[in-house]
């Protein structure tokens, strides 16, 4: 069993920055993707940003100018560095993960709120 842990949101003003991070621990294997998802009121979850062990990153195009995401391996520890932040931006955030052995299983964080007003 995985457990995914996260920090660093909370409420932040428009323009402001924030950094989301998550550590993956407990029954590792080998974790392989990692990413951020975010789910806004009245939305469905939506893919934030991913990155895979090796580097590759996937960013959605409405926060790619403005978010960068990054992963410590030695640490299975994944970040999420938002700047300029809008009020649409406002969502709970989740922490993925893909752990391998033999099986391939994916987990999830407990999502932390973001929150952005003036």
């Known amino acids: 069993q995985v457990h995914l842990v996260e920090s660093g949101g909370g409420l932040v003003q428009p323009g402001g920055s924030l950094r989301l991070t998550c550590t993956a621990s407990g029954s590792i294997f080998s974790i392989n993707g990692m990413g951020w998802y975010r789910q806004a009121p009245g939305k469905q979850r939506e893919l934030v940003a991913t990155i895979s062990r090796g580097g590759v990153i996937n960013i959605a195009e409405s926060v790619k100018s403005r978010f960068t995401i990054s992963r410590d391996n030695t640490k299975n520890t994944v970040y999420l560095q938002m700047n300029s932040l809008k009020p649409e931006d406002t969502a709970v955030y989740y922490c993925?993960?893909?752990?391998?052995?033999?099986?391939?299983?994916?987990?999830w964080g407990q999502g932390t709120q973001v929150t952005v007003s003036s």
């Open positions: 993925n993960a893909e752990d391998r052995n033999f099986l391939s299983r994916i987990y």
